[in-house]
């Protein structure tokens, strides 16, 4: 009986041996696969030069859609105001000749901490669902401009995103967003 308890500490102590260098193998193989893949992308972002010519740029998305599938995302954070979709889809709608979906962010202000971390959480939650398969993104947002730097953030590298301003009754280009 000693005998085959011996045997069998033996036995597993040398699986665990095995699997320890099978750990260890597949922990290398994986950490050259991601040092290999970082450098093709610091390769790929060191040959792409950022844009340095505004006026090309602009121009390029003003009055134009360039993609496939574009969205819209209607932010109203204003107390006195319940919604400015109707508005966003009549304007684009004039502006390009075809409907573009819109998407609609509303909240009563921003009131606090609990309201911000509402706002950046239902932006979370569009970005992940209903725009996931945006491939340009038309911003309007009415409200404090401190949202609009929380709305830029959250889309950080979100492919492209233009800006709309509301000037008087209509709404005019302001540009992409762009890093630089």
């Known amino acids: 009986m000693e005998d085959q308890l011996n045997k069998f500490w033996l036995l597993l102590g040398r699986s665990s041996d095995f699997l320890g260098l099978i750990t260890v193998v597949l922990s290398l193989m994986t950490w050259l696969i991601v040092r290999r893949q970082k450098r093709k992308i610091m390769a790929l972002a060191a040959s792409i030069s950022p844009p340095t010519d505004w006026d090309k740029y602009y121009e390029l998305y003003d009055g134009k859609i360039n993609s496939e599938n574009p969205m819209a995302l209607s932010i109203c954070l204003l107390k006195d105001i319940h919604s400015v979709k109707k508005d966003v889809e009549n304007f684009l709608l004039a502006k390009f000749n075809t409907k573009i979906p819109v ?14 971390k509402k706002y950046l959480n239902a932006l979370r939650s569009v970005k992940k669902g209903a725009l996931s398969e945006a491939t340009e993104l038309r911003l309007f947002i009415a409200g404090p401009v401190m949202a609009g730097t ?15 301003h509301k000037n008087g009754p209509t709404y005019e280009f302001w540009g992409p967003l762009v890093k630089s």
């Open 150 to 164: 929380i709305a830029g953030a959250v889309f950080d590298h979100f492919g492209v995103v233009l800006l709309y």
């Open 103 to 116: 998407i609609e962010i509303l909240m009563d202000g921003l009131n606090g901490k609990e309201d911000i």
